[in-house]
C-alpha cells in the first residue's frame, strides 16, 4: 500500500481523520471465514451481510484490533466496555467491506463498516464533510483501513419493489435527491444514481451516501435519473431547491475554506487522478475541483 503523501498525511492529521491504528482491511478480510460460501449466497435466501468466523487464536487479535477500532471511531476512553456481536462481510458489491456490530457498555449498539483505504473514500468522506452541512460522516483512516459509522436509515437496495416506488412519489424523498445531486455533480461522485446499495433513507427520507468508492471519475452524477421517466417533468420544480443547495454548500465552503484549500493542495499531489483532470482541461484533480467551485461562486 502507497504511503500517503506528506501533504495528504499533513492534511488528515490535522484533520483527525488519519489514525496509524485503523485495522488492515485485507489482513481482516483474509483470515475470516464467510459462514455461507459466496457462491451460495443467493440461493440461501440473500443475506446482506454473511458472518465472518475466525480461529480462536486469530481471534483474540482480531478482538483487540476492533474493540480498539470502536474506541477510536466512537471517542470512547480506557473504562468504556466494548463487546463485539458479529463480525461479517458485504456480499453484494465490488470490495466486501466488513460490518462490525458492537455493544457499548452493555446499552448502546453501534454498526461500523471496515473498508480498503483508497483515496477516493477518504478525500470524497472529507470533501462531503467540508461541503455539505450537517450530516458529518465519522470516519478514520490508515495506509491498510478505513473505518466508518454506519450511516442512517436503510439501504435502498434493501427496499421492497413496493418502497421504492412509494420513495419515488415522495416530494421529500425527490427534493433530497435534487439536492444530493448538487454534491454527486461537483465531486464527480459516479455509481450512485444507478446503484441502490451505495445510499441509504431514513423515516424523514434524508439520503445518505455511503459509498465514495468512484468519486472523480467518469460516469453518471444525476441522481435524478433515478426517477422514472413520467417524473421527469419535476425537473422544473426542482431548479429552486438545487438553486437553494448550492448556496448553502457555497456558503459552508467559504466558512470552510482553510481545510478545503488544504484538501485541495492535498488533491493536486495525486498523480492518480491526473489522467481525469487532464480529460477536462486542468492541470490535477485539486485544480479541476478549484474550477469547478469557482463556477459555483467559490472563491478560494
Ligand atoms: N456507512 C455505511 N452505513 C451503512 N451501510 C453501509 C455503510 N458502508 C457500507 N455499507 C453496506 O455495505 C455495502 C457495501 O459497501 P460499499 O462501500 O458500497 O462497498 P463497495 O465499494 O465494494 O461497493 C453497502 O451496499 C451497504 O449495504
Ligand atoms: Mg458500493
Redesign the pocket.
Known amino acids: 500500500m502507497a504511503e500517503l503523501s506528506d501533504i495528504a498525511g499533513r492534511v488528515f492529521t490535522d484533520e483527525r481523520y488519519y489514525n496509524p491504528n485503523v485495522p488492515s482491511f485485507s489482513e481482516l478480510s483474509k483470515i475470516g471465514r464467510p459462514e455461507i460460501p459466496f457462491d451460495q449466497v443467493r440461493e440461501k435466501g440473500e443475506p446482506?451481510a454473511i458472518r465472518l468466523k475466525y480461529g480462536n487464536e486469530e481471534f483474540d487479535r482480531v478482538k483487540q484490533q476492533l474493540i480498539a477500532a470502536a474506541k477510536m471511531l466512537y471517542g470512547l476512553n480506557g473504562k468504556d466496555r466494548v463487546h463485539i456481536e458479529e463480525i461479517a462481510t458485504?456480499p453484494?458489491?465490488?470490495?466486501?467491506?466488513i460490518?462490525v456490530i458492537v455493544t457499548i457498555n452493555q446499552n448502546s449498539r453501534r454498526?461500523f463498516?471496515i473498508?480498503n483505504s483508497v483515496p477516493q473514500r477518504y478525500y470524497g468522506k472529507a470533501l462531503y464533510n467540508i461541503l455539505v452541512p450537517g450530516k458529518d460522516i465519522n470516519f478514520r483512516f490508515s495506509e491498510n483501513g478505513l473505518i466508518?459509522?454506519?450511516?442512517p436509515g436503510i439501504?435502498e437496495?434493501?427496499h421492497t419493489a413496493d418502497q421504492r416506488r412509494a420513495l419515488m412519489n415522495n416530494s421529500t424523498y425527490v427534493d433530497n435527491l435534487a439536492k444530493m445531486n448538487v454534491f454527486t455533480n461537483l465531486v464527480f461522485l459516479d455509481d450512485i444514481a444507478k446503484n441502490e446499495?451505495?445510499l441509504?433513507v431514513d423515516d424523514a427520507k434524508s439520503i445518505?451516501l455511503?459509498?465514495f468508492?468512484q468519486a472523480f471519475r467518469d460516469g453518471n452524477y444525476n441522481l435524478l435519473e433515478k426517477l422514472p421517466p413520467e417524473k421527469r417533468q419535476m425537473l422544473r420544480s426542482l431548479v429552486d431547491i438545487m438553486r437553494q443547495e448550492r448556496a448553502r454548500i457555497k456558503e459552508h465552503a467559504l466558512r470552510n475554506k482553510q481545510r478545503l484549500n488544504a484538501l485541495l493542495d492535498a488533491l493536486s499531489t495525486e498523480k492518480d487522478f491526473d489522467d481525469f483532470a487532464w480529460q477536462r482541461g486542468s492541470l490535477d484533480l485539486g485544480d479541476l475541483l478549484r474550477r469547478e467551485f469557482r463556477k459555483e461562486g467559490i472563491e478560494l
Open positions: 446482506y458485504m453484494f458489491c465490488t470490495t466486501n467491506p460490518r454498526t463498516y473498508k466508518v459509522d454506519a450511516v439501504v437496495a434493501q446499495g451505495n441509504s445518505y455511503l459509498d468508492d
